[in-house]
């Protein structure tokens, strides 16, 4: 079956600008993450949905950051006022359950470059 | 200090050697993951433990709750073992990544 999908794959935007990043998790899949990676280092949680719900969102760095799933399947993360520090490449992954003995299965990423 | 090390940060080998990535953590976790990581960004997860020894193949994955410490080993290791392996700790709520150990393999 279809595994988890992310679009776009690349994404250059200006300082500045808004961005909104999709991911398309395995069907059924009731739990997803959001993670953003540096260059150099492991991912970095920013949020995770159980259901339509964000669950925890202490890993957002700031208000310009926002997350949502509304029907439960597909979300979207958006990045307001983007500034060059949010350059990374940001990484979806969902899970059966929100519970940490699941496989997380790993979406391709989307790379953000802001010039 | 973060809270998951990672060593070695890079590692080269030839064909056919014996790998071991170490893993140490400085909270307490109910499980530790570890994931290999292709270039281009592919994640796959290898191996989910909370205590003991997996095996997969020529993957064996150990825990020493105790001690804070996992390691994951690579038996005659082989060019497309070439990766990024990343430990992971489920603590609380979240997954905690370590920075990766980057592992060359050379025909």
């Known amino acids: 079956g279809a595994g988890v999908s992310q679009t776009p794959s690349n994404k250059v935007t200006e300082k500045g600008k808004y961005v909104e990043l999709r991911c398309d998790p395995i069907?059924?899949?009731?739990?997803l993450y959001w993670y953003r990676q540096s260059l150099g280092q492991g991912p970095e949680f920013l949020i995770y949905?159980?259901?339509?719900?964000?669950?925890?969102d202490s890993g957002l760095p700031n208000d310009r950051f926002f997350a949502v799933r509304p029907e439960g399947s597909v979300s979207t993360l958006k990045i307001q006022r983007t500034e060059r520090g949010d350059s990374a490449v940001y990484l979806c992954?969902?899970?059966?359950?929100?519970?940490?003995?699941?496989?997380?299965?790993f979406g391709p990423g989307t790379r953000l470059t802001v010039l | 200090k973060n809270e998951v090390e990672q060593s070695p940060q890079n590692l080269t080998a030839q064909e056919g050697e014996f790998i071991t990535i170490n893993c140490s953590y400085s909270v307490g976790i109910s499980a530790l993951h570890w994931l290999q990581q292709h270039p281009g960004g592919g994640i796959v997860s290898l191996f989910m433990l909370s205590s003991g020894k997996k095996k997969h193949g020529r993957l064996i994955a150990t825990i020493n709750i105790q001690e804070k410490h996992s390691s994951l080993h690579i038996t005659a290791s082989h060019p497309r073992d070439s990766a990024v392996y990343i430990c992971a700790v489920a603590y609380t709520d979240k997954l905690i990544f370590g920075t990766g150990t980057r592992l060359q393999v050379f025909p």
């Open positions: 069907s059924g899949h009731t739990a």
């Open positions: 992954a969902s899970s059966p359950q929100a519970d940490w003995y699941n496989e997380q299965f």
């Open positions: 949905f159980q259901g339509t719900g964000a669950a925890d």
